[in-house]
């Protein structure tokens, strides 16, 4: 059972690095900015809308289009 516990973690790990490296490959720069703030950070899309000087429909559209290309390759990693 250990090992498998080992295997697990090890295979999260795996997934881990391949969505960093995802995000910073992938995403542009504003899709970053806004994806990180959003999903880590906890901050609406209004507050970060007005950090960065944009509509908050912009900052939706760059967090949905982050979505989309890591859902795209995320479905690869099970």
Known sequence: M????NTNSESLKRKSEILKKMI?????????????????????????AAQLGLNRSTVSRHIAAAKRKLHSVAKYLD
Do not use: F, S
Request: include cysteine; charge should be positive.
């Open 2 to 5: 250990r090992r498998h516990t």
């Open 24 to 48: 910073a490959e992938d995403l542009t720069q504003r899709q970053q900015m806004c994806a990180v703030e959003y999903w880590l950070n906890g901050k609406t899309q209004k507050t970060i």
